[in-house]
Protein backbone atom coordinates (compact mmCIF):
# COMPACT_ATOMS: atom_id res chain seq x y z
CA UNK A 1 0.00 0.00 0.00
CA UNK A 2 2.64 2.33 0.71
CA UNK A 3 4.07 1.52 -2.29
CA UNK A 4 1.26 2.90 -4.12
CA UNK A 5 0.71 5.82 -1.84
CA UNK A 6 4.12 6.81 -2.93
CA UNK A 7 3.72 6.28 -6.83
CA UNK A 8 0.05 8.26 -6.39
CA UNK A 9 1.96 11.19 -5.01
CA UNK A 10 4.93 10.75 -7.30
CA UNK A 11 2.57 10.88 -10.50
CA UNK A 12 1.09 14.35 -9.25
CA UNK A 13 4.17 16.24 -8.53
CA UNK A 14 4.93 18.69 -11.45
CA UNK A 15 9.12 18.19 -12.43
CA UNK A 16 11.47 20.90 -12.95
CA UNK A 17 12.26 20.56 -16.83
CA UNK A 18 15.49 18.58 -17.36
CA UNK A 19 16.82 21.68 -19.38
CA UNK A 20 16.45 23.92 -16.92
CA UNK A 21 18.25 21.69 -13.95
CA UNK A 22 21.09 21.59 -15.92
CA UNK A 23 21.57 25.07 -16.61
CA UNK A 24 20.30 25.69 -12.70
CA UNK A 25 23.52 23.44 -11.96
CA UNK A 26 26.25 25.28 -14.09
CA UNK A 27 24.92 28.61 -12.70
CA UNK A 28 25.03 27.53 -9.44
CA UNK A 29 28.74 25.63 -10.05
CA UNK A 30 30.36 28.99 -11.35
CA UNK A 31 28.77 31.05 -7.69
CA UNK A 32 29.85 28.70 -6.02
CA UNK A 33 33.47 29.20 -7.46
CA UNK A 34 32.88 32.68 -7.65
CA UNK A 35 32.66 32.78 -4.03
CA UNK A 36 35.52 30.75 -3.00
CA UNK A 37 37.53 32.67 -5.11
CA UNK A 38 36.42 36.40 -3.83
CA UNK A 39 35.12 34.95 -0.33
CA UNK A 40 37.25 32.46 1.02
CA UNK A 41 40.61 32.27 0.00
CA UNK A 42 41.20 35.96 0.48
CA UNK A 43 40.23 35.03 3.63
CA UNK A 44 43.02 32.82 4.68
CA UNK A 45 45.78 34.08 6.75
CA UNK A 46 43.34 37.37 7.52
CA UNK A 47 40.22 35.64 9.25
CA UNK A 48 40.86 31.69 9.46
CA UNK A 49 43.84 31.20 11.71
CA UNK A 50 44.39 34.61 13.46
CA UNK A 51 43.03 34.01 17.02
CA UNK A 52 43.87 37.72 17.98
CA UNK A 53 41.48 38.90 15.66
CA UNK A 54 38.78 36.21 16.01
CA UNK A 55 39.36 34.48 18.96
CA UNK A 56 37.87 30.47 19.25
CA UNK A 57 35.42 31.68 22.14
CA UNK A 58 33.75 34.03 19.33
CA UNK A 59 32.63 31.13 17.70
CA UNK A 60 32.48 27.99 20.54
CA UNK A 61 28.87 27.28 20.26
CA UNK A 62 27.82 29.30 17.36
CA UNK A 63 26.34 26.81 15.38
CA UNK A 64 26.28 23.87 18.15
CA UNK A 65 29.13 21.03 17.21
CA UNK A 66 30.45 21.56 13.49
CA UNK A 67 32.08 19.08 11.31
CA UNK A 68 35.52 18.97 12.46
CA UNK A 69 37.04 19.15 8.98
CA UNK A 70 37.86 22.37 8.48
CA UNK A 71 39.19 22.61 12.19
CA UNK A 72 41.26 19.20 12.53
CA UNK A 73 44.25 21.32 11.28
CA UNK A 74 44.37 25.33 12.05
CA UNK A 75 46.85 26.14 9.32
CA UNK A 76 46.94 28.40 6.30
CA UNK A 77 48.35 25.36 4.30
CA UNK A 78 45.46 23.17 5.47
CA UNK A 79 42.66 25.68 5.01
CA UNK A 80 44.20 26.63 1.27
CA UNK A 81 43.95 23.11 0.52
CA UNK A 82 40.29 22.19 1.27
CA UNK A 83 39.58 25.44 -0.70
CA UNK A 84 41.79 23.87 -3.55
CA UNK A 85 39.99 20.90 -3.40
CA UNK A 86 36.43 22.68 -3.30
CA UNK A 87 37.36 25.02 -6.27
CA UNK A 88 37.65 21.70 -8.23
CA UNK A 89 34.38 19.94 -7.29
CA UNK A 90 32.84 23.08 -7.92
CA UNK A 91 34.63 23.30 -11.73
CA UNK A 92 33.55 19.05 -11.62
CA UNK A 93 29.79 20.32 -11.01
CA UNK A 94 29.69 23.24 -13.04
CA UNK A 95 30.64 21.07 -16.32
CA UNK A 96 28.63 17.70 -15.27
CA UNK A 97 31.01 14.98 -14.11
CA UNK A 98 30.87 12.27 -11.85
CA UNK A 99 27.51 14.17 -9.77
CA UNK A 100 27.24 11.10 -7.44
CA UNK A 101 30.39 11.53 -5.94
CA UNK A 102 31.02 15.21 -6.58
CA UNK A 103 27.87 17.05 -5.26
CA UNK A 104 28.02 14.85 -1.65
CA UNK A 105 31.76 15.40 -1.33
CA UNK A 106 31.02 19.48 -2.31
CA UNK A 107 27.70 19.68 0.17
CA UNK A 108 29.90 18.12 3.31
CA UNK A 109 32.74 20.30 2.28
CA UNK A 110 30.74 23.46 2.04
CA UNK A 111 28.57 22.63 5.31
CA UNK A 112 31.88 22.18 7.38
CA UNK A 113 33.45 25.67 6.10
CA UNK A 114 30.18 27.83 6.65
CA UNK A 115 30.42 26.48 10.81
CA UNK A 116 34.22 27.08 10.92
CA UNK A 117 34.27 30.29 11.25
CA UNK A 118 30.57 32.28 11.02
CA UNK A 119 31.96 35.27 10.86
CA UNK A 120 33.07 35.29 7.22
CA UNK A 121 29.74 33.49 6.06
CA UNK A 122 27.46 35.27 4.48
CA UNK A 123 23.49 34.73 3.49
CA UNK A 124 24.48 33.54 -0.08
CA UNK A 125 26.32 30.99 1.27
CA UNK A 126 23.17 29.29 3.21
CA UNK A 127 21.40 29.37 0.16
CA UNK A 128 24.13 27.63 -2.14
CA UNK A 129 24.08 24.71 0.95
CA UNK A 130 20.74 24.55 0.67
CA UNK A 131 20.99 23.97 -3.58
CA UNK A 132 23.46 21.49 -2.69
CA UNK A 133 21.60 19.23 -0.54
CA UNK A 134 18.83 19.07 -2.87
CA UNK A 135 21.02 18.72 -5.68
CA UNK A 136 22.47 15.55 -4.72
CA UNK A 137 18.97 14.23 -5.00
CA UNK A 138 18.43 15.73 -8.17
CA UNK A 139 19.46 14.70 -12.19
CA UNK A 140 21.61 17.66 -12.72
CA UNK A 141 24.13 16.06 -15.32
CA UNK A 142 20.66 15.35 -17.75
CA UNK A 143 21.53 18.09 -19.48
CA UNK A 144 24.44 20.70 -20.63
CA UNK A 145 26.68 18.01 -19.26
CA UNK A 146 29.74 15.83 -20.45
CA UNK A 147 28.41 12.72 -18.55
CA UNK A 148 27.72 10.42 -21.31
CA UNK A 149 23.35 10.32 -20.92
CA UNK A 150 22.54 6.54 -21.14
CA UNK A 151 19.27 5.80 -18.68
CA UNK A 152 17.25 8.27 -16.54
CA UNK A 153 16.61 5.34 -13.78
CA UNK A 154 20.21 6.22 -12.56
CA UNK A 155 17.99 8.61 -10.35
CA UNK A 156 15.73 6.48 -8.22
CA UNK A 157 14.34 9.32 -6.04
CA UNK A 158 11.66 10.37 -8.26
CA UNK A 159 9.94 13.44 -9.07
CA UNK A 160 9.99 14.09 -4.58
CA UNK A 161 13.34 15.58 -4.84
CA UNK A 162 11.59 17.96 -7.59
CA UNK A 163 9.41 18.41 -5.12
CA UNK A 164 11.57 19.08 -1.70
CA UNK A 165 13.60 22.20 -3.47
CA UNK A 166 10.29 23.51 -4.87
CA UNK A 167 9.05 23.19 -1.27
CA UNK A 168 12.34 24.56 0.20
CA UNK A 169 12.31 27.90 -2.28
CA UNK A 170 8.86 28.41 -1.23
CA UNK A 171 9.76 28.79 2.33
CA UNK A 172 12.42 31.02 1.26
CA UNK A 173 10.55 33.39 -0.35
CA UNK A 174 7.24 32.89 2.20
CA UNK A 175 9.88 33.48 5.27
CA UNK A 176 11.48 36.52 3.56
CA UNK A 177 8.58 38.91 3.81
CA UNK A 178 6.51 37.40 6.66
CA UNK A 179 9.23 38.71 9.29
CA UNK A 180 8.93 42.27 8.02
CA UNK A 181 6.36 43.08 10.76
CA UNK A 182 8.14 46.06 12.13
CA UNK A 183 7.10 49.87 12.02
CA UNK A 184 9.32 50.59 9.78
CA UNK A 185 8.23 48.67 7.44
CA UNK A 186 4.43 48.93 7.72
CA UNK A 187 5.24 52.89 7.41
CA UNK A 188 7.53 52.09 4.81
CA UNK A 189 10.40 53.65 6.15
CA UNK A 190 13.25 50.66 5.75
CA UNK A 191 14.89 51.72 3.02
CA UNK A 192 15.11 55.14 4.41
CA UNK A 193 16.69 54.20 6.61
CA UNK A 194 18.94 51.22 5.07
CA UNK A 195 20.02 54.35 2.27
CA UNK A 196 22.01 55.84 5.53
CA UNK A 197 24.12 52.74 5.67
CA UNK A 198 27.53 52.37 4.32
CA UNK A 199 27.73 48.58 4.29
CA UNK A 200 24.62 47.75 2.38
CA UNK A 201 23.15 50.99 0.21
CA UNK A 202 24.78 51.65 -3.44
CA UNK A 203 25.22 55.02 -4.98
CA UNK A 204 21.68 54.30 -6.08
CA UNK A 205 19.83 54.34 -3.20
CA UNK A 206 22.16 57.08 -1.63
CA UNK A 207 21.46 59.50 -4.48
CA UNK A 208 17.75 59.31 -3.62
CA UNK A 209 18.24 59.07 0.29
CA UNK A 210 16.39 61.90 0.41
CA UNK A 211 13.80 61.45 -1.66
CA UNK A 212 10.97 59.64 1.27
CA UNK A 213 8.28 59.03 -1.05
CA UNK A 214 9.95 57.51 -3.70
CA UNK A 215 12.15 55.82 -1.05
CA UNK A 216 9.04 54.26 0.76
CA UNK A 217 7.12 53.31 -3.04
CA UNK A 218 10.20 50.77 -3.25
CA UNK A 219 9.84 49.62 0.09
CA UNK A 220 6.16 48.56 -0.40
CA UNK A 221 6.82 47.63 -3.86
CA UNK A 222 9.48 45.69 -2.66
CA UNK A 223 7.89 43.94 0.12
CA UNK A 224 4.58 42.78 -2.03
CA UNK A 225 6.65 41.76 -4.76
CA UNK A 226 8.04 39.09 -2.20
CA UNK A 227 4.54 38.43 -0.77
CA UNK A 228 3.50 37.98 -4.96
CA UNK A 229 6.60 35.83 -5.21
CA UNK A 230 5.65 33.16 -2.35
CA UNK A 231 2.27 33.08 -3.72
CA UNK A 232 3.31 32.23 -7.33
CA UNK A 233 5.54 29.61 -5.77
CA UNK A 234 2.73 28.05 -4.08
CA UNK A 235 0.31 27.87 -6.87
CA UNK A 236 3.25 26.31 -9.16
CA UNK A 237 2.63 23.02 -6.70
CA UNK A 238 -0.67 22.78 -8.95
CA UNK A 239 -0.17 25.00 -11.95
CA UNK A 240 2.16 24.71 -14.33
CA UNK A 241 1.14 28.55 -16.20
CA UNK A 242 2.37 29.81 -12.82
CA UNK A 243 5.97 28.68 -13.69
CA UNK A 244 6.54 31.65 -15.95
CA UNK A 245 5.90 34.02 -13.77
CA UNK A 246 7.85 32.84 -10.87
CA UNK A 247 10.88 33.02 -13.12
CA UNK A 248 9.56 36.92 -14.44
CA UNK A 249 8.83 38.01 -10.76
CA UNK A 250 12.22 36.46 -8.97
CA UNK A 251 14.63 38.18 -11.52
CA UNK A 252 12.56 41.56 -11.02
CA UNK A 253 12.91 40.85 -7.72
CA UNK A 254 16.71 40.35 -7.51
CA UNK A 255 17.64 43.02 -10.55
CA UNK A 256 16.20 45.46 -8.32
CA UNK A 257 17.56 44.69 -5.06
CA UNK A 258 21.26 44.27 -6.91
CA UNK A 259 21.00 48.06 -8.16
CA UNK A 260 20.23 49.58 -4.87
CA UNK A 261 21.96 47.33 -2.81
CA UNK A 262 25.38 45.67 -1.77
CA UNK A 263 23.88 42.48 -1.25
CA UNK A 264 26.97 39.73 -2.64
CA UNK A 265 25.94 37.06 -5.25
CA UNK A 266 21.99 37.20 -4.13
CA UNK A 267 21.32 38.09 -8.11
CA UNK A 268 23.31 34.92 -8.81
CA UNK A 269 21.33 32.96 -6.69
CA UNK A 270 18.44 34.42 -6.74
CA UNK A 271 18.65 33.87 -10.91
CA UNK A 272 19.50 30.41 -10.07
CA UNK A 273 16.43 29.67 -8.75
CA UNK A 274 14.38 31.01 -10.86
CA UNK A 275 15.98 29.33 -13.95
CA UNK A 276 14.36 26.45 -12.25
CA UNK A 277 10.89 27.69 -13.22
CA UNK A 278 10.87 27.90 -16.64
CA UNK A 279 8.99 25.66 -18.37
CA UNK A 280 9.58 23.03 -21.63
CA UNK A 281 7.90 25.55 -23.54
CA UNK A 282 10.81 28.27 -22.99
CA UNK A 283 13.38 25.37 -24.32
CA UNK A 284 11.47 24.53 -26.92
CA UNK A 285 11.65 27.54 -28.48
CA UNK A 286 13.45 26.90 -32.00
CA UNK A 287 15.99 29.99 -31.20
CA UNK A 288 17.08 27.76 -28.29
CA UNK A 289 16.96 24.56 -29.98
CA UNK A 290 18.83 26.48 -32.65
CA UNK A 291 21.55 27.21 -29.54
CA UNK A 292 21.67 23.79 -28.56
CA UNK A 293 20.74 19.97 -29.91
CA UNK A 294 21.04 17.83 -27.25
CA UNK A 295 21.99 14.03 -28.49
CA UNK A 296 20.37 11.06 -26.89
CA UNK A 297 17.20 12.37 -25.55
CA UNK A 298 15.21 10.59 -22.75
CA UNK A 299 11.73 10.45 -22.27
CA UNK A 300 11.24 12.21 -18.69
CA UNK A 301 7.61 10.60 -18.98
CA UNK A 302 9.40 7.05 -18.10
CA UNK A 303 8.26 5.95 -14.90
CA UNK A 304 10.94 5.45 -12.25
CA UNK A 305 11.64 2.76 -9.60
CA UNK A 306 11.05 4.50 -6.92
CA UNK A 307 13.40 3.64 -3.48
CA UNK A 308 10.96 3.89 -0.97
CA UNK A 309 13.73 4.64 1.95
CA UNK A 310 15.23 7.66 -0.23
CA UNK A 311 11.71 8.82 -0.99
CA UNK A 312 10.36 8.18 2.84
CA UNK A 313 13.35 10.63 3.96
CA UNK A 314 13.05 13.35 1.65
CA UNK A 315 9.89 13.69 3.03
CA UNK A 316 10.80 13.64 6.77
CA UNK A 317 13.57 15.96 6.22
CA UNK A 318 10.63 18.38 4.76
CA UNK A 319 8.57 17.67 7.98
CA UNK A 320 12.11 18.51 9.56
CA UNK A 321 12.54 21.96 7.32
CA UNK A 322 8.79 22.82 7.80
CA UNK A 323 9.28 22.36 11.80
CA UNK A 324 11.98 24.41 11.57
CA UNK A 325 10.17 27.70 9.67
CA UNK A 326 7.26 26.83 11.95
CA UNK A 327 9.14 27.33 15.15
CA UNK A 328 10.78 30.42 13.27
CA UNK A 329 7.45 31.89 12.60
CA UNK A 330 6.01 32.00 15.48
CA UNK A 331 8.27 34.34 16.76
CA UNK A 332 8.17 37.97 15.29
CA UNK A 333 6.38 37.54 12.68
CA UNK A 334 2.87 38.10 11.08
CA UNK A 335 1.63 34.49 11.81
CA UNK A 336 3.07 34.52 15.35
CA UNK A 337 -0.28 35.19 17.08
CA UNK A 338 -2.23 32.34 15.64
CA UNK A 339 0.79 29.65 15.80
CA UNK A 340 0.97 31.22 19.65
CA UNK A 341 -2.59 29.98 19.93
CA UNK A 342 -1.98 26.21 18.55
CA UNK A 343 -2.64 23.68 21.15
CA UNK A 344 0.07 21.66 22.39
CA UNK A 345 2.29 24.72 20.68
CA UNK A 346 4.87 24.41 23.46
CA UNK A 347 5.75 20.77 22.69
CA UNK A 348 5.69 21.03 18.78
CA UNK A 349 6.62 23.94 17.47
CA UNK A 350 7.52 25.66 19.79
CA UNK A 351 10.60 23.52 20.67
CA UNK A 352 13.28 24.35 18.46
CA UNK A 353 15.17 21.11 17.29
CA UNK A 354 19.05 20.40 17.75
CA UNK A 355 20.91 21.83 15.25
CA UNK A 356 23.37 19.21 13.52
CA UNK A 357 26.04 21.57 12.08
CA UNK A 358 26.59 20.73 9.26
CA UNK A 359 22.59 21.37 7.83
CA UNK A 360 23.28 24.95 9.17
CA UNK A 361 21.69 26.54 6.06
CA UNK A 362 18.12 24.99 6.02
CA UNK A 363 17.91 22.53 8.78
CA UNK A 364 15.64 24.87 10.70
CA UNK A 365 15.97 27.60 7.98
CA UNK A 366 13.63 30.70 8.28
CA UNK A 367 15.24 32.91 5.37
CA UNK A 368 15.47 36.82 7.14
CA UNK A 369 16.53 39.67 4.85
CA UNK A 370 16.27 43.01 6.69
CA UNK A 371 13.25 41.73 9.27
CA UNK A 372 11.56 43.40 11.70
CA UNK A 373 13.61 46.67 12.61
CA UNK A 374 17.40 45.64 12.82
CA UNK A 375 18.73 48.20 11.22
CA UNK A 376 17.23 50.71 14.03
CA UNK A 377 20.57 51.21 14.38
CA UNK A 378 22.65 51.38 11.74
CA UNK A 379 26.57 52.35 11.20
CA UNK A 380 30.26 51.30 9.92
CA UNK A 381 33.56 51.47 10.54
CA UNK A 382 35.74 54.15 9.25
CA UNK A 383 39.61 53.65 8.78
CA UNK A 384 41.54 56.74 9.48
CA UNK A 385 45.14 56.88 9.07
CA UNK A 386 47.42 60.53 9.16
CA UNK A 387 50.24 61.49 6.90
CA UNK A 388 53.45 63.00 8.59
CA UNK A 389 51.74 66.28 8.31
CA UNK A 390 48.47 65.29 9.98
CA UNK A 391 46.30 64.83 7.03
CA UNK A 392 43.59 62.50 7.75
CA UNK A 393 43.07 59.79 5.14
CA UNK A 394 40.89 57.02 4.62
CA UNK A 395 42.85 54.02 4.52
CA UNK A 396 40.54 51.61 2.67
CA UNK A 397 39.61 54.68 -0.27
CA UNK A 398 42.97 56.52 0.09
CA UNK A 399 40.65 59.53 0.20
CA UNK A 400 41.40 62.68 2.19
CA UNK A 401 39.12 63.40 4.65
CA UNK A 402 38.55 66.23 6.53
CA UNK A 403 37.75 66.27 10.90
CA UNK A 404 35.58 69.10 12.32
CA UNK A 405 34.42 69.06 15.86
CA UNK A 406 31.80 71.59 17.43
CA UNK A 407 29.26 71.63 20.51
CA UNK A 408 30.73 68.03 21.09
CA UNK A 409 29.53 67.11 17.58
CA UNK A 410 32.21 65.72 15.74
CA UNK A 411 32.03 65.02 11.59
CA UNK A 412 33.88 63.50 9.05
CA UNK A 413 33.63 64.78 5.28
CA UNK A 414 33.39 62.47 3.55
CA UNK A 415 32.23 59.49 4.92
CA UNK A 416 33.49 56.94 2.61
CA UNK A 417 30.75 54.58 0.66
CA UNK A 418 30.78 51.27 0.74
CA UNK A 419 34.43 50.28 0.79
CA UNK A 420 34.28 46.55 2.25
CA UNK A 421 35.03 43.32 -0.32
CA UNK A 422 34.69 39.88 0.03
CA UNK A 423 35.47 38.50 3.40
CA UNK A 424 35.28 41.57 4.83
CA UNK A 425 32.13 42.89 3.92
CA UNK A 426 30.44 39.71 5.93
CA UNK A 427 32.78 40.05 9.09
CA UNK A 428 32.40 43.98 8.76
CA UNK A 429 28.35 43.12 9.31
CA UNK A 430 29.04 40.80 11.99
CA UNK A 431 31.42 42.74 13.82
CA UNK A 432 28.81 45.96 13.43
CA UNK A 433 26.10 44.26 14.89
CA UNK A 434 28.08 41.68 17.69
CA UNK A 435 30.95 43.90 18.40
CA UNK A 436 30.47 42.72 22.44
CA UNK A 437 31.46 39.01 21.47
CA UNK A 438 35.42 40.67 20.74
CA UNK A 439 37.86 41.65 22.46
CA UNK A 440 39.95 44.94 22.12
CA UNK A 441 42.72 42.72 20.33
CA UNK A 442 39.79 42.28 17.13
CA UNK A 443 40.22 45.97 16.97
CA UNK A 444 43.63 46.25 17.12
CA UNK A 445 43.82 43.56 14.08
CA UNK A 446 41.30 44.73 12.33
CA UNK A 447 42.87 48.14 12.06
CA UNK A 448 46.20 46.50 11.85
CA UNK A 449 45.02 44.48 8.45
CA UNK A 450 43.28 47.78 6.61
CA UNK A 451 46.82 49.55 7.09
CA UNK A 452 48.74 47.16 5.91
CA UNK A 453 46.77 46.82 2.72
CA UNK A 454 47.10 50.52 3.00
CA UNK A 455 51.10 50.58 2.72
CA UNK A 456 51.21 48.08 0.18
CA UNK A 457 48.82 50.05 -2.14
CA UNK A 458 50.92 53.27 -1.27
CA UNK A 459 54.63 51.83 -0.15
CA UNK A 460 55.62 55.54 -0.31
CA UNK A 461 52.99 57.10 1.73
CA UNK A 462 54.35 57.20 5.45
CA UNK A 463 51.64 57.22 7.93
CA UNK A 464 52.04 58.53 11.36
CA UNK A 465 49.07 57.27 13.61
CA UNK A 466 45.82 55.45 12.56
CA UNK A 467 42.33 55.49 13.94
CA UNK A 468 39.67 52.99 14.24
CA UNK A 469 36.04 55.29 13.96
CA UNK A 470 32.72 53.78 14.37
CA UNK A 471 29.59 55.31 12.65
CA UNK A 472 26.31 54.98 14.68
CA UNK A 473 22.88 55.64 13.04
CA UNK A 474 19.60 55.97 14.77
CA UNK A 475 16.33 57.21 14.03
CA UNK A 476 13.10 58.58 15.86
CA UNK A 477 9.95 60.07 15.02
CA UNK A 478 9.24 63.91 15.54
CA UNK A 479 6.01 63.81 14.90
CA UNK A 480 5.04 62.14 11.45
CA UNK A 481 8.82 62.82 10.03
CA UNK A 482 11.38 60.15 10.31
CA UNK A 483 15.03 61.62 11.46
CA UNK A 484 18.02 60.14 11.35
CA UNK A 485 20.90 60.71 14.08
CA UNK A 486 24.84 59.88 13.47
CA UNK A 487 27.50 59.74 16.08
CA UNK A 488 30.85 58.75 15.21
CA UNK A 489 32.89 57.28 17.98
CA UNK A 490 36.83 56.63 18.05
CA UNK A 491 37.23 52.91 19.18
CA UNK A 492 40.42 51.97 18.80
CA UNK A 493 44.32 53.94 18.02
CA UNK A 494 47.53 53.25 16.97
CA UNK A 495 50.28 55.19 17.14
CA UNK A 496 53.89 55.36 14.92
CA UNK A 497 53.00 52.47 13.45
CA UNK A 498 55.53 53.27 10.37
CA UNK A 499 58.52 55.27 11.97
Known amino acids: MLTKLIARLNSKIIPFDLRSLGIFRIILGLAIIYNLVFYRFPAVGVFYNTPDLIPPSTIA ?21 LFLIMLLLSILLTVGYQLKWVIPALFVLFGSMITTNPYV ?46 FQLFLIYFSSW ?17 SKDLIHSKPLLQGISNQPEVLEILTYSGFYLEVIISLLILSAFFFKNSRKWVFISILILHATMVLYLHVGTFFIIGFVFSILFLRAGFWDHRIINRLYSPTGMIDVS ?63 QS ?78 GWLTIELDNYKKAHPKNKISKAELWKLKRFHHYEGEHLKLQDSLIKICTIYNPIK
Open 367 to 444: WKFFPNNIYDDLGDFIFIGYNVSGKAIELRTGTELTISESDDTIEINPLPSHSYFGAEFTFGVYYKFYQNRFPESTQQ
Open 121 to 166: AHGVEYLEETALFWAIFLPLDKRFSITKITDVRTQNSGNFAHLGLH
Open 178 to 194: IFKNGELWQSGKILEIV
Open 302 to 364: QKEKLNQLKTIGILVFMAFILHGNLHHWSKNSYLSPTLLKLPFYHYTIGRQLPDPGIFTGFWH
Open 61 to 81: NYYGTPLQLFNWIDSDLWYNS
